[in-house]
């Protein structure tokens, strides 16, 4: 029995031996994807704000007392329609002073061009009828001298007369000049009517001024007034959002500037209306970086109406499509072995049952996966993990795997929880 027990211990030493050369034949077990083109799609994402046009702040442009509020806020008005309205007597009552001397100024202008012009006609031509007489009486007067039958005192005395007709026939016809279209009298008149309707137009306009109406179609935003309340030129009353194409307004980390250009789609939505995307495409990209934050302001337009739940300033979830390839062989981006500086990218290849190195040109890269453009061919079979080394035997496990999923639950690492809330994906 002795003599058996040297027997037994080389055979378990020779079956362990044979156990572990027939394990190391068989290699180490690993998961590989097998290559095949698939449609690859990049996105950015971050976050926006809701932004209009432009936004203005209205108010009185005269001094009074708040009668009524017209519109609340979130109300959409029409340019011209009324916001608030002053009191407003005292205003009326000033224009009703205007209205009254400008028609005083209107029948004067008016009496002067009428009966004020026919009378004075009548006074100048009544004024040449005694100038008139007045030189007839003077020479009667000298032939009554001269044939020497009255004195020639009498001479002086028709004489004086004929002067004192002839001042008033240049004074009837100054009246008659004055009053005529040109005249000063007319010329003053008009002045007179002009100042009153200048004053008239002033009065009309302070009334008018008594009511705020929106400059343009726009959304009240803010108010901040109240009946009763005493306001004053230059203060703001309501905010309000002119009516004009909805923006999204973004500040983008610098280092994703190269992926972005003007018209790229993207998809927006509202965290609070998950369910209700909508679409939009990149206007602007700033021609600036803010040294403050790194960042790029980025603008983007709605392709449809805005939906009704969007609010001014509310916070947006984008997604930009920075990059899309309809067939392209990609792999996960783990996959790729580790390089050191500016070494070409390298994968794991496993054929006839070992791992070879291959040298690949890349391409396209999101947040998970890469485009291979190179050295890759469709069917080949990839380590998902790139750290054995070539030439190791390995037991290949293929493993279902599409870009945006993790090609494993228990060996292949999440790279987009690697990475958190990046913005590229």
């Known amino acids: 029995m002795k003599q058996r027990w040297p027997w037994i211990l080389l055979s378990a030493v020779l079956l362990a031996a044979l156990a572990f050369a027939g394990y190391s034949m068989r290699g180490t077990a690993?998961?590989?994807?097998?290559?095949?083109?698939?449609?690859?799609?990049?996105?950015?994402?971050?976050?926006?704000?809701?932004?209009?046009?432009?936004?203005?702040?209205?108010?009185?442009?005269?001094?009074?007392r708040v009668a009524q509020v017209l519109v609340d806020e979130g109300v959409q008005v029409r340019r011209g329609q009324p916001l608030i309205r002053l009191e407003s007597e005292e205003l009326r009552a000033?224009?009703?002073?205007?209205?009254?001397?400008?028609?005083?100024?209107?029948?004067?202008?008016?009496?002067?061009?009428?009966?004020?012009r026919h009378a004075a006609l009548a006074a100048l031509e009544q004024a040449q009828a005694t100038l008139r007489a007045a030189q007839a009486e003077l020479a009667r007067q000298q032939q009554l001298v001269a044939q020497g039958?009255?004195?020639?005192?009498?001479?002086?005395?028709?004489?004086?007369?004929?002067?004192?007709?002839?001042?008033?026939?240049?004074n009837a016809r100054a009246q008659v000049q004055a009053i005529a279209d040109g005249g000063t009298d007319v010329a003053q008149a008009q002045a007179q009517l002009a100042l009153a309707r200048a004053a008239t137009t002033a009065a009309r306009a302070r009334l008018e001024q008594a009511v705020v109406?929106?400059?343009?179609?726009?959304?009240?935003?803010?108010?901040?007034?109240?009946?009763?309340?005493?306001?004053?030129?230059g203060k703001a009353l309501m905010s309000l959002a002119l009516a004009g194409p909805t923006q999204l307004v973004a500040p983008v980390d610098e280092r994703f500037l190269e992926q972005l250009q003007v018209g790229q789609s993207a998809l927006v939505v509202a965290d609070a209306f998950a369910g209700q995307p909508f679409a939009a495409r990149v206007l602007s990209i700033a021609p600036a970086v803010d040294p403050q934050r790194g960042a790029i302001?980025?603008?983007?337009?709605?392709?449809?109406?805005?939906?009704?739940?969007?609010?001014?300033?509310?916070?947006?979830?984008?997604?930009?499509?920075?990059?899309?390839?309809?067939?392209?062989?990609?792999?996960?981006?783990?996959?790729?072995?580790?390089?050191?500086?500016?070494?070409?990218?390298?994968?794991?290849?496993?054929?006839?049952?070992?791992?070879?190195?291959?040298?690949?040109?890349?391409?396209?890269?999101?947040?998970?996966?890469?485009?291979?453009?190179?050295?890759?061919?469709?069917?080949?079979?990839?380590?998902?993990?790139?750290?054995?080394?070539?030439?190791?035997?390995?037991?290949?496990?293929?493993?279902a795997w599409q870009p945006g999923q993790q090609a494993s639950s228990?060996?292949?690492?999440?790279?987009?929880?690697?990475?958190?809330?990046?913005?590229?994906?």
Request: aromatic share 2%; glycine share 8%; proline share 5%.
């Open 30 to 64: 690993i998961e590989v994807v097998e290559v095949q083109p698939k449609p690859l799609l990049r996105t950015l994402r971050f976050s926006a704000r809701v932004a209009t046009l432009s936004r203005v702040d209205v108010g009185a442009t005269v001094t009074g």
């Open 94 to 116: 000033a224009l009703a002073q205007s209205v009254a001397a400008e028609r005083q100024a209107q029948a004067r202008l008016a009496g002067l061009r009428t009966t004020g």
């Open 149 to 170: 039958f009255v004195s020639a005192s009498r001479i002086d005395e028709a004489r004086r007369a004929a002067d004192v007709a002839r001042a008033q026939q240049d």
């Open 213 to 233: 109406v929106a400059p343009a179609d726009a959304r009240v935003l803010l108010r901040q007034v109240e009946p009763g309340q005493i306001v004053q030129p």
């Open 297 to 399: 302001e980025v603008k983007l337009a709605l392709t449809a109406q805005p939906p009704a739940f969007l609010r001014e300033d509310m916070t947006l979830s984008v997604d930009v499509e920075t990059g899309r390839r309809d067939r392209a062989l990609v792999v996960p981006l783990g996959a790729l072995r580790p390089a050191a500086g500016e070494q070409p990218a390298t994968l794991l290849v496993v054929r006839d049952g070992r791992t070879q190195e291959r040298q690949v040109r890349l391409g396209l890269r999101t947040l998970d996966a890469v485009e291979v453009s190179e050295g890759l061919a469709a069917g080949e079979r990839v380590a998902l993990r790139g750290q054995l080394p070539p030439g190791e035997r390995v037991r290949a496990t293929v493993v």
């Open 410 to 425: 228990s060996t292949h690492e999440d790279v987009g929880s690697t990475l958190g809330n990046a913005f590229g994906r």
